[in-house]
Nanobody
Framework: QVQLGESGGGLVQAGGSLRLSCAAS????????MGWYRQAPGKQRELVVD???????NYADSVKGRFTISRDNAKNTVYLQMNSLKPEDTAVYYC??????????????WGQGTLVTVSS
C-alpha cells in the first residue's frame, strides 16, 4: 500500500513563508511525478506545481517567482517552498504522486491535504 505523508501547513501573515513537504512510502517501483494542488473554499482544485522524474517543472502562473518545488529522489519526498505569500494563496494544499507499481501499472495517489492560511 502506498501512502503520502504531508506536513508544513499553518497560519502565516501576508508576505511570509511556509515550507510544505510530502513523502511517499510503500511499494513503489518508480515515481513518475510529484506535485502540489490546492483548493480554496468554493473553488475547484487547481495545479500549483509539479515536478517529473527528470526534474521538469510546471508552475501555475499565479505562483511563479514565489513558490519553488524541489525533490529528494532518494527519499521519495517533494518540498514546496512558498515565499511572499498572499491571502489568495489560502487553501488546502494536496500532494499528488504519480507512480509505477511493481506490476508496472501506472497509478495516482493524493495526500490528505494540509491547510495554509495567509492573513492580511
Amino acid at each position: 500500500q502506498v501512502q503520502l505523508g504531508e506536513s508544513g501547513g499553518g497560519l502565516v501573515q501576508a508576505g511570509g513563508s511556509l515550507r510544505l513537504s510530502c513523502a511517499a512510502s510503500g511499494r513503489i517501483f518508480r515515481i513518475n511525478a510529484m506535485g502540489w494542488y490546492r483548493q480554496a473554499p468554493g473553488k475547484q482544485r487547481e495545479l500549483v506545481v509539479d515536478i517529473t522524474s527528470d526534474g521538469s517543472t510546471n508552475y501555475a502562473d499565479s505562483v511563479k517567482g514565489r513558490f519553488t518545488i524541489s525533490r529528494d529522489n532518494a527519499k521519495n519526498t517533494v518540498y514546496l517552498q512558498m515565499n511572499s505569500l498572499k491571502p489568495e494563496d489560502t487553501a488546502v494544499y494536496y500532494c499528488n504522486t504519480r507512480y509505477t507499481d511493481y506490476q508496472y501499472m501506472y497509478r495516482q495517489i493524493w495526500g490528505q491535504g494540509t491547510l495554509v492560511t495567509v492573513s492580511s
